[in-house]
């Protein structure tokens, strides 16, 4: 059973950061894309980024562009998400998620969670205007 521990949550004012981590407990972390997901209250879970196996192929929901970063440590076994300039629409549960696969080159499969098999608990992001 693979367990994904996240951390780094927290409370910030529009326009500050936070980085997520997100552990692995597995020793393959290195054969699968990663994902980060976030639900809003009130809200369906949508996607937020995803990365290949190696780092090399980054994915990002338009929204997020430029001001999110996903990447990984694959000897650490840990995925990130660096989050700068946030704003109050950015306020939800962050998720991440181990996928099915090495590469999510595809639009579709990349942002629908069944292309996901293992999810972490969550943590809070709450960005205040």
């Known amino acids: 059973q693979v367990q994904l521990v996240e951390s780094g949550g927290g409370s910030v004012q529009a326009g500050g950061s936070l980085r997520l981590s997100c552990a692995a407990s597995?020793?393959?972390?290195?054969?699968?894309?990663m994902g980060w997901f976030r639900q809003a209250p009130g809200k369906e879970r949508e996607f937020v980024a995803a990365?290949?196996?190696?780092?090399?192929?980054?994915y990002y929901k338009d929204s997020v562009k430029g001001r999110f970063t996903i990447s990984r440590d694959n000897a650490k076994n840990t995925v990130y998400l660096e989050m700068v300039s946030l704003k109050p629409e950015d306020t939800a549960v962050y998720y991440c998620?181990?996928?099915?696969?090495?590469?999510?080159?595809?639009?579709?499969?990349?942002?629908?969670?069944?292309?996901?098999?293992?999810w972490g608990q969550g943590t809070q992001v709450t960005v205040s205007s």
């Open positions: 990365i290949s196996r190696s780092g090399q192929g980054t």
């Open positions: 998620a181990r996928a099915k696969y090495a590469m999510l080159g595809q639009y579709e499969t990349r942002v629908s969670g069944t292309a996901y098999d293992y």
């Open positions: 597995e020793r393959t972390f290195s054969s699968y894309a």
